[in-house]
C-alpha cells in the first residue's frame, strides 16, 4: 500500500494533492492526446484520481508540472503501484498507454507477433495522424486559418487524407484496427479522428466522405461506454 508520503516525494502533489495516493494519479485534459489515457483507464477499470492542467491558466508551464513532465504535456501519470511497488512517474501518452497495457495485461495481443504488429499502429498515430492533424487543426481553425499563402495548410490537408487512406484500407474487413480484438492502436488513433471532424471541424476540408471504414469504426468507438466516459475528463468542473 502506497503511503501519501511517497505521492509527497512528487513536487507535482504539492500543486494536485492527492484525496487518494493509492490510485494512480492523472494530470491531463480532455484533448485527443488527453483522453487516450483517460479512456484507456476506464476501459480497464484501473481506479484512479484526475487532476485537470488547465492550459487556460498555463497549469502546464509550472514547476510543479514540469517537475513530472519537461515537455510540457499532457498527459503524465504517477502510478503509486509501479515496477516493483514503487511509484513510477510516465509522460508521452504513447509511452503511458503501453505500460498500463502491459501492467494489466490487456488491450495488447498475447502473442509477440500481434503485440508488435499493435505498437507499429500506435506509432503510426504518434508519429504520423497526431502531428499532421494538429497542423492541419491550427491552419484551418486556428491562427493560421489567416495566412494569405494557402500552401502549408494544403500541404497537410494532402497528408492528413493519405493517412486517413492509410486507415481506410487498414479497416477494410476488420472491426478494429487489429480485427476482431480492441487495442491501444483503437484508442490512441480515434480520439485524433474525432477531433479532426469535431474540434478542428475538417470534414469536408479533407473529404471524409472518401473514407467509410475509418467513419464506420470511429462510430462504433465512441459508441463505447468506456470512451464516452473517458472523453469527458478530467472535468472542467
Known amino acids: 500500500m502506497t503511503t501519501p508520503s511517497a505521492l509527497a516525494a512528487f513536487p507535482i502533489t504539492h500543486k494536485w494533492p492527492a484525496q487518494h495516493p493509492e490510485r494512480l494519479q492523472l494530470y491531463s485534459l480532455p484533448t485527443p492526446n488527453g483522453v487516450k489515457v483517460s479512456i484507456a483507464l476506464e476501459e480497464l477499470g484501473l481506479p484512479y484520481e484526475a487532476h ?15 517537475s513530472l513532465n519537461p515537455n510540457n504535456k499532457i498527459p503524465a501519470i504517477i502510478d503509486p503501484q509501479g515496477p516493483d511497488g514503487q511509484p513510477l512517474a510516465l509522460f508521452e501518452s504513447g ?7 502491459e501492467k494489466t495485461g490487456q488491450l495488447l495481443p498475447a502473442s509477440a507477433a500481434g503485440r508488435y504488429e499493435t505498437l507499429q499502429w500506435l506509432m503510426f498515430q504518434m ?47 476488420r472491426q478494429w484496427v487489429m480485427g476482431d480484438t480492441y487495442t491501444v492502436a483503437d484508442i490512441a488513433i480515434f480520439p485524433w ?27 462504433a468507438f465512441v459508441a463505447r461506454p468506456a470512451v464516452q466516459r473517458g472523453l469527458a475528463i478530467p472535468s472542467a468542473a
Not at 492550459?55 to 509550472?62: G, R, V
Not at 509511452?95 to 497495457?101: N, P
Not at 477531433?195 to 469504426?217: I, K, Q, S
Open 95 to 101: 509511452a503511458i498507454l503501453m505500460y498500463l497495457a
Open 193 to 219: 479522428v474525432r477531433g479532426l471532424l469535431g474540434f478542428y471541424e475538417a470534414g469536408d476540408l479533407v473529404g471524409m466522405a472518401d473514407f467509410p471504414e475509418v467513419t464506420r469504426v470511429l462510430a
Open 127 to 173: 508519429g504520423g495522424i497526431g502531428p499532421m492533424f494538429g497542423q492541419l487543426g491550427f491552419f484551418h481553425k486556428f491562427a493560421g486559418k489567416d495566412y494569405e499563402d494557402k500552401r502549408p495548410r494544403d500541404r497537410y490537408v494532402a497528408e492528413t487524407k493519405r493517412l486517413l487512406a492509410v486507415l481506410n484500407q487498414r479497416l477494410v474487413g
Open 52 to 66: 485537470l492542467v488547465s492550459f487556460q491558466t498555463n497549469d502546464q508551464l509550472t514547476p510543479a508540472y514540469l
